[in-house]
């Protein structure tokens, strides 16, 4: 059976999409995104954009996102059917935003010269909606991809929505180059691009004394986490690793939940915990819940200092949807997944102090997030910790995706990130988004590594995507204009 053109189209588009996982971490293999959308750009402007932009998209997130099976199969005990049916959703779902991408780069666009301008355009309009409609999911964000390159300097004005313009913008210039009638406008947008990357700023670097952290990765598996039977193995595994660093370290750092109770209820091991603090001189940042004492409860970042009288604590503010809380027009969820936790989202500053240090506090997926790790840094924070618990995803790509977004807040804000995980990847990233210093994956041990505070402001922390959006209408109107001319 022959298949007409179309049909080999959406194929194409829907392999294409398949390989943009690879571009992204563990894989690495960035420069790989360029061909793909020039291929995928080749295929919008054939006919068809939106379902080849949908086609695109279902391959990128559906196939991408392969690893919530495993996930909710195992631990949200969903049969195989039905874990495979939510990724085959969320690929459904998040296909929308590339046919969005697709049907505007070709409805602005006109005729073929002005996609230099329309793709790129369209590209940061779908990566910024992304990040935001539906309280946003910006996995695998397509600006990560210019870290470890020499633009990413412009992530601090424009922050990660604002960097997809560049691998957009190059691989436009590049299809047109391939055309005929179009090779000038390609050589102009290979100029341009050229320009960015050259012109681009440098991020910033910290200031003053060089701190010490040590943070822990106790590798506590994720069946045993909650298993009370566990629980004494659990809290001595830190204590021991901690024991080890706490006299050369300025702060040690738990990750998210590391203790899997509510001290409040628990006087004898809330106690203890204050007796190892205090043994060891150094303040302590540990993940925990908090009741909130409504029936429900806060996951968040406390701050034990023993020079201190009280913890303190940070709460998470942008909670999982299906994993911390069932959306309130689905209520009948929680009679499927009867293990779904009932948080809800903290309301402070989201910084927590000690020894007179600022330290904003990005709870697991928080990190996904520029206007979390912003307000943070707008609430005086002059460091960002971002504690997590990614055994949700076995040895699956997702762990190392999540961290890549981590290194893009740094970047963003100014700020060193300082990333303790329970199972990896523990790191200490600088402002410009380098890995200082980094345990091996699914470890028990502790890292230690330098850090510096900064109070500085970058564009992006002092107008958020101001910029980026403003900049997105100043370049619109033109295209639009220049469109009709033509027309």
């Avoid at 929308?96 to 590209?123: C, E």
Wanted: charged share 15%.
């Amino acid at each position: 059976m022959t298949r007409s053109p179309n049909q080999l189209h959406v194929l194409i588009a829907l392999a294409l999409g398949a390989v943009m996982p690879f571009t992204f971490s563990p894989y690495d293999f960035a420069w790989l995104a360029i061909p793909v959308l020039i291929g995928w750009l080749w295929l919008i402007c054939q006919g068809s954009a939106f379902r080849m932009g949908y086609a695109f998209g279902f391959g990128w997130f559906g196939f991408g996102a392969w690893w919530l099976a495993p996930t909710l199969h195992t631990f949200g005990h969903l049969p195989w059917v039905m874990a495979a049916f939510c990724v085959m959703l969320v690929g459904a779902v998040m296909a929308l935003l590339p046919a969005l991408w697709a049907w505007l780069t070709v409805k602005s666009a006109g005729n073929t010269r002005w996609v230099l301008v329309s793709f790129p355009l369209a590209a940061v309009a779908s990566e910024w909606l992304r990040g935001h409609i539906f309280t946003g999911l910006p996995w695998t964000a397509l600006g990560n991809l210019m870290l470890d390159t020499p633009a990413i300097g412009w992530a601090s004005w424009f922050g990660v929505y604002g960097m997809a313009l560049l691998p957009a913008l190059i691989a436009a210039a590049l299809l047109l180059l391939l055309t005929h009638e179009a090779k000038k406008w390609g050589s102009l947008g290979l100029v341009l691009a050229t320009a960015l990357v050259v012109l681009a700023p440098q991020p910033n670097t910290g200031e003053g004394p060089v701190y010490q952290a040590a943070l822990v990765q106790a590798n506590i598996p994720q069946d045993k986490k909650w298993d009370s039977a566990f629980l004494n193995e659990t809290m001595f595994r830190y204590a021991g690793l901690s024991d080890n660093v706490a006299q050369t370290s300025d702060i040690i750092i738990w990750p998210e939940a590391a203790v899997p109770f509510f001290l409040s209820r628990s006087p004898r091991w809330n106690a203890w915990l204050g007796d190892q603090i205090t043994s060891w001189e150094t303040p302590l940042l540990f993940g925990g819940l908090k009741l909130t004492g409504d029936s429900t409860a806060n996951n968040g970042l406390f701050a034990h200092d023993p020079l201190q009288a009280e913890r303190q604590f940070a709460g998470k503010q942008h909670l999982v949807p299906f994993g911390e809380y069932v959306p309130s027009w689905i209520p009948f969820l929680h009679a499927l997944v009867p293990e779904i936790a009932d948080f809800r989202p903290a309301e402070d500053t989201g910084v927590v102090e000690a020894r007179g240090i600022q330290y904003g506090a990005l709870i697991c997926y928080e990190s996904l997030f520029p206007e979390q790790a912003r307000f943070r840094v707008e609430n005086g924070a002059q460091v960002l910790v971002n504690v997590t618990n990614d055994a949700w995803y076995g040895t699956t790509p997702a762990a190392w995706q999540h961290f890549q977004a981590a290194r893009m807040r740094a970047v963003e804000t100014g700020r060193y990130v300082l990333r303790a995980a329970n199972t990896g990847v523990s790191a200490v990233i600088s402002p410009d988004g380098k890995v200082l210093a980094s345990l091996p994956w699914w470890t028990k041990a502790a890292l230690q590594g330098e850090f510096q505070l900064s109070d500085a402001r970058t564009p992006f922390v002092r107008w958020g995507d101001g910029p980026l959006l403003i900049t997105l209408l100043l370049l619109f109107i033109p295209l639009v204009r220049g469109r009709r001319k033509d027309d």
